[in-house]
C-alpha cells in the first residue's frame, strides 16, 4: 500500500522560505512522476512542480527562479524549496505520484490521473 505523507507547511512572513516534504512508502515501480500541487482557498488546485524518475524537472511560470524540487532517492523523500515566498502562494500544498513519466508535463491537466495523493500541508505567507 502506497502512503504518501506532506511536512514542512507554516507560517512565514513575505520573503521567506520553507521547504516541504513528502514522504513516499510503498511504492515499488522504478518510474514515477512525483509532484506538487497547491489549492488556495476558493481556488482550483493547481501544479507548481514535477519530477520524473529520469530526473526532469517541470516547474509553473510562477515558480521558477523561486521553487526547486528535489529528491532523496535512498530516503524516498520528495522536496519543494521555496524562497521569496509571496502572500499568494499561500494554499495547502499537496504531494501526488504515479508510474507514468509522461503525466510531468502535463500537471494541470492530467492531475486528475495522478494514483497516489498525500492530505496535504498549510503554507500561510502573511504580508
Known amino acids: 500500500q502506497v502512503k504518501v505523507v506532506e511536512s514542512g507547511g507554516s507560517s512565514v512572513q513575505t520573503g521567506g522560505s520553507l521547504r516541504l516534504s513528502c514522504a513516499i512508502s510503498?511504492?515499488?515501480?522504478?518510474?514515477?512522476?512525483m509532484a506538487w500541487f497547491r489549492q488556495a482557498p476558493g481556488k482550483e488546485r493547481e501544479g507548481v512542480a514535477g519530477?520524473?524518475?529520469?530526473?526532469?524537472?517541470n516547474l509553473k511560470p510562477f515558480a521558477k527562479g523561486r521553487f526547486t524540487i528535489s529528491k532523496d532517492k535512498d530516503k524516498n523523500i520528495l522536496y519543494l524549496q521555496m524562497n521569496s515566498l509571496k502572500p499568494e502562494d499561500t494554499a495547502r500544498y499537496y504531494c501526488?505520484?504515479?508510474?507514468?513519466?509522461?503525466?510531468?508535463?502535463?500537471?494541470?491537466?492530467?492531475?486528475?490521473?495522478?494514483?497516489?495523493w498525500g492530505e496535504g500541508t498549510q503554507v500561510t505567507v502573511s504580508s
Open positions: 501526488a505520484a504515479d508510474p507514468w513519466i509522461g503525466i510531468c508535463n502535463n500537471l494541470d491537466r492530467w492531475q486528475e490521473d495522478f494514483r497516489y
Open positions: 510503498g511504492y515499488t515501480a522504478s518510474s514515477y512522476c
Open positions: 519530477l520524473d524518475s529520469s530526473g526532469n524537472a
